[in-house]
């Protein structure tokens, strides 16, 4: 073999090189792949998969902002009273916490109302975190995007020049979830198959590459026969719903009393969330503040009550306190319940959980109390509530 002759590339089949390409995608069975990490939890149950895309529907006019602001103030209120109070069984799980290692930000986008209703929802959250209502936060920021017009010069479109804006703001706020309401406005033709896809595929790449999640809101279509039911609008709809991991739907109902609004799980890749119920109160003045309703959440996917008696859980926490060291962790908190009350079923202990929140059984630290790199609150025992017992077997307090 001369020289010229050795210098001559390798020839590879067909096949060989069709193996290269697929390579990166072929699953291996001798890898270990991790449960999916879970931004969000009701009563126990995790759901909005970080990594993953996320829906959020319903009739105009019916709550969808006010699930947003739920959904933000729950991921963003660490420590806050109001927060437990007001999003009973909603919250970050501990889990994710831990994963990722901080505080979680929120970036949430407004491509529809009127800047003074955005910034109602940012009230709202700033009011249920328990922050200052007039200074800004650096875990939670808002892009108004209602008034995008078309750039002239470069002919970039508005919907175009949102969804670059979007991008943008991820990249420079590095947000560990996004909430873009509506996603109507970031493309051109929502019937258009082609484009839904694109769009799509495009969130979908930005969540798994940032390791986020993003929640779209978009109009639904009620089934004839079926308010409960939705069909999101047009191919984007369609296209949504197939490759997301949650749809959440928000019902409005007019009863005796006044408005009810119950938020149900229309799809899930995981264990389906129990329904809740919420209503819109009058406790920050005409901000509008939703509260869960609590006897909503003390119902099982099956309907039946999964709670055990405020008496008893005041009971247990009495006759185990000394069981623990406080302040103590919402874990340490269910071990007494389920050791002194005998209970295996976790729906059950996270609602009694719940109920010693409610009844102001255990209080919250302050956050002045934390120690460093502490991401969520331990909990004292409230001495106005339940009788403490110091080791020694005196009355003093903790």
């Known amino acids: 073999m001369n020289e010229e002759t050795s210098k001559l590339p390798e020839i590879r089949t067909f096949e060989e090189t069709?193996?290269?390409?697929?390579?990166?995608?072929?699953?291996d069975p001798k890898e270990n792949y991790p449960e999916p990490f879970y931004m969000l939890e009701?009563?126990?149950?995790?759901f909005s998969a970080i990594g993953g895309i996320q829906a959020i529907s319903g009739q105009k006019k019916n709550g969808k902002s006010f699930v947003l602001t739920q959904?933000?103030?729950?991921?963003?209120?660490?420590?806050?009273?109001?927060?437990?109070?007001y999003l009973q069984g909603l919250r970050v799980p501990d889990r994710t916490l831990e994963h990722i290692g901080h505080l979680p930000k929120v970036l949430y986008v407004d491509t529809e109302m009127e800047k003074l209703n955005s910034a109602k929802v940012l009230r709202r959250v700033h009011w249920l975190c328990e922050w200052d209502m007039n200074e800004p936060n650096d875990r939670f920021n808002i892009l108004w995007l209602r008034t995008v017009e078309q750039d002239d010069d470069t002919k970039e479109k508005a919907y175009e020049k949102r969804f670059r804006l979007i991008r943008k703001a991820i990249e420079a706020l590095e947000p560990d979830i996004v909430f873009i309401d509506g996603i109507r406005d970031i493309i051109g033709d929502f019937n258009n198959i082609n484009e839904s896809a694109d769009l799509i595929q495009k969130l979908m790449a930005i969540a798994e590459k940032r390791h986020i999640?993003?929640?779209?809101?978009?109009?639904?279509?009620?089934?004839?026969?079926?308010?409960?039911?939705?069909?999101?609008?047009?191919?984007?709809?369609?296209?949504?719903?197939?490759?997301?991991?949650d749809t959440l739907v928000s019902i409005k109902k007019k009863t005796d009393t006044g408005v009810i609004f119950t938020?149900?799980?229309q799809d899930a890749r995981s264990k389906d969330i129990p329904d809740w119920r919420f209503e819109v109160t009058d406790d920050a003045g005409a901000l509008g503040i939703p509260k869960i309703i609590a006897n909503g959440l003390n119902l099982s996917t099956s309907g039946k009550d999964t709670s055990d008696t405020p008496e008893d859980i005041k009971a247990w926490l009495t006759e185990g306190q000394l069981d623990i060291t406080w302040p103590a962790t919402l874990s340490d908190i269910r071990g007494i319940i389920k050791k002194r009350?005998?209970?295996?079923?976790?729906?059950?202990?996270?609602?009694?959980?719940?109920i010693a929140k409610n009844r102001r059984f255990i209080l919250a630290q302050t956050k002045d109390k934390w120690e460093p790199g502490q991401l969520k609150p331990k909990y004292y025992l409230d001495t106005n509530q339940i009788t403490v017992i110091a080791p020694s077997g005196e009355g003093d307090v903790f």
């Open 42 to 46: 009701f009563n126990g149950v995790p």
């Open 213 to 245: 999640c993003i929640w779209n809101a978009l109009h639904f279509n009620p089934r004839p026969g079926n308010d409960d039911e939705s069909k999101m609008r047009g191919h984007t709809g369609t296209e949504l719903g197939n490759k997301v991991t």
């Open 18 to 27: 069709a193996l290269d390409e697929l390579k990166p995608y072929l699953l």
């Open 263 to 265: 938020v149900k799980q």
């Open 71 to 85: 959904l933000m103030a729950a991921i963003l209120g660490q420590g806050s009273t109001r927060a437990e109070f």
């Open 341 to 354: 009350g005998g209970i295996s079923n976790n729906d059950r202990l996270q609602n009694d959980i719940t």
